[in-house]
Structure formats: C-alpha cells, structure tokens
C-alpha cells in the first residue's frame, strides 16, 4: 500500500476540489441523501498498548479529500451524515451556514469560550469540553461520549484549528454513532485532517487504545452539557495568547504586511499584544508554581517577544534591516514554546 502521492498530482486534486466544490450546505445535503443515518455502537476493540495509533493511520488508504472552506467556515470534513468536523466557526456567519447543514449540536474542544448565545439563538446547542493535546482524560471520553449519546445529531466538532484535538473527538463520535474501527477513524485524522505525529503518544494514543465508556456508563455520568467551560486563569491567558502568535507568524509569512483577508491585522500591533499576553502569563500564580525549566523558558519567551516587538516597531518606522531582525526573534520564540510545549502541554 502506497500512501504517498506525487506532490504535484495531489496539489491538482486539491485545487479542483476547491474550484469545482459547491456551497458547504449544497454539497453536504448531497452527500447526506446518500448516506443513511445511524447510531451503531461500535464493538471495535483498542489496538494493542504496543501498536503507534499514528502508524495504524495508514493502514487503510482513503481516497483524496480536501478540506471545504468557505462561510467562515475552515477546514470542514463531512465524515458521516451524523459527524462533520473543522476548524472554530469565525462568526454568526459560519454559525448560519451550520444550521443551513442541518447541523444540531456543536461540540468545542477548544479552550476559548464559544460563542454560544448567538449559536443557541440559531437553534444550534453547543457543549464545551475543552481537552489537550496530551492524551485525553477518562473523565473527558466519559462527556464527550456522553453528549454523541445523548443529544442530537449531527454534530458539528471543532477545536481552533481543526486540525488535532477536534478529530480525535470526532473519532469517539464515529465509532460511537457510526460504529467505524480504530483504523479508520486514526486513518481519517492522519490522511484528511492531517493530525500531527507529534501527538501519536497524545491524541493518537488516546484513540487507538483508550476503551470507550459503555453506553450504561454514560447514562449513569452526572454532567449537564455546559455551553462554556471556565478554565484557570493561566489556561485562559494561554488560550489568548496562541491566536495572537497565529496572527504575528501569518504576517511574518506575509512580510509583515496585512494580507487580503485579514486587512486589519498590523504587525507592530499584534507583536505588542503578544508580549503582554507573555508578561500577563508569567505573572499569574499557576505560572510562577511550575519547575525552573518552565520559568527558564518563560523568561526566554518574554525576551523573544519583547524583541520581535521593539523590531516591529523599527521596521514600521522605516528601518530595512529590521524586518529580518523581527524574524529571528520570531525564531528564537519558537523554539522556546516548541522545547515548553513537548514537556508541559504535548506530554
């Protein structure tokens, strides 16, 4: 089985799927008249401890799939007519085009408050159950296998960017309500919604080997479907923080310039509230508890910051060479959350 595909075949096949896709509501509703609704339990079994789930994702060779875009709505995967997953609805338009799907429930596993007002106004209920990217709790399979029971489908699932923690809920669903493998669901992350290997211990391992809650287990779990989820302040600060470096490494790729579809996005301005979210991080007392690699490593991220800041604000006012000085610090940053990350949130 050859799971690799010719760089420039797959780049032709994505791009035909993207001129030649119809509207996400359109193409959704034809696809749902094909493909009949169920709730099958599934009766796979978990992979055996030794087996990667990251490899297991290839064991079976889906065909070519492109994300949808469109709507404020990114990276949508139609898994199953009870099962559509994606990156988190930007806006009350994204949330119309959901409910034009015929989508009911929306179930977060991200850590910023949804917008659940004008969801509910919709007629769309969200549940928010925010995980990490370490693997998931019991507790956390226990609710979000919970809420694929026991409200209504279909479910839209996302986290921010659609593309780690939002499949790997929406794995416990299809093997909840669609009664598919583990391989096809690992397959289905790692192949479509590109699930990163840095997680296979993590979110991987969590769907190739965690035993799913009997059906008697979740009807038996207290839990009232929370429409938002109030976390530490820390975890707050963090949840903040990583859209704003988002919005500084798309103008780095951009040359620090707004592009099209984010206009109001500046530089020097993005740069500056992202080391405020550094400083405010490090001053909130669940940071300052952690060992002295992770306050190393803080210290490390407010001087990147700081200095991506001061080069920003050189460039705007017209230094040539400070522009380059802004990316190496934008480097330097980088490194240090990816060296904090493996130990403190990928573990």
């Known amino acids: 089985m050859t799971y690799r595909t010719d760089r420039k075949k797959r780049t032709a096949v994505l791009g035909c799927v993207r001129l030649c896709a119809p509207p996400l509501f ?13 709730r099958q339990e599934s009766a796979a079994q978990p992979l055996p401890a030794v087996q990667s789930g990251y490899a297991a994702g290839v064991r079976i060779e ?21 099962i559509v997953a994606g990156a988190e609805p930007h806006g009350e338009e994204a949330l119309r085009a959901l409910a034009a799907m015929g989508v009911k429930t929306i179930l977060s596993v991200d850590g910023k408050v949804p917008d659940h007002e004008v969801a509910r106004r ?96 979740t009807r038996a779990h207290r839990w009232d479907f929370p429409p938002e989820h109030r976390v530490g302040d820390f975890r707050v600060g963090m949840v903040d923080l990583t859209r704003t ?10 040359r620090w310039e707004p592009d099209a579809d984010n206009p109001d996005l500046d530089a020097y301005n993005e740069a500056g509230k992202l080391y ?21 490593w803080m210290k490390s991220s407010l001087d990147a910051s700081r200095d991506l800041r001061d ?36 573990r």
């Open 26 to 38: 359109l193409l959704f509703g034809l696809i749902a008249c094909r493909e009949p609704r169920v």
């Open 62 to 82: 889906l065909p070519e799939r492109g994300p949808q875009e469109g709507q404020g709505l990114h990276r949508v995967f139609r898994l199953s007519k009870n």
């Open 122 to 217: 919709l007629g769309l209920r969200y549940v928010h159950m925010p995980i990490r990217y370490s693997a998931m709790t019991d507790e956390q399979v226990l609710r979000i296998a919970k809420t694929f029971r026991e409200l209504p489908a279909p479910f839209f699932v996302h986290c921010f960017h659609g593309r780690h923690r939002g499949p790997a809920a929406a794995a416990i669903g299809r093997m909840l309500l669609d009664g598919v493998s583990r391989e096809r669901v690992l397959a289905e992350m790692r192949q479509w919604c590109g699930t990163s290997e840095k997680y296979d211990e993590g979110l991987y391992g969590t769907i190739a080997h965690a035993a799913l809650p009997s059906a008697d287990e």
């Open 245 to 254: 470096f988002d919005n500084v490494k798309l103008l780095a790729r951009n």
């Open 276 to 296: 405020e979210r550094f400083t405010t991080c490090a001053d909130f007392k669940t940071a300052r508890q952690y060992p002295a690699d992770f306050q190393e």
């Open 311 to 346: 080069s920003l604000k050189e460039h705007t006012d017209g230094d040539a060479s400070a522009g380059m000085r802004a990316k190496k610090a934008l480097r330097r940053l980088t490194k240090t959350c990816g060296s904090c990350h493996a130990s403190y949130r990928n």
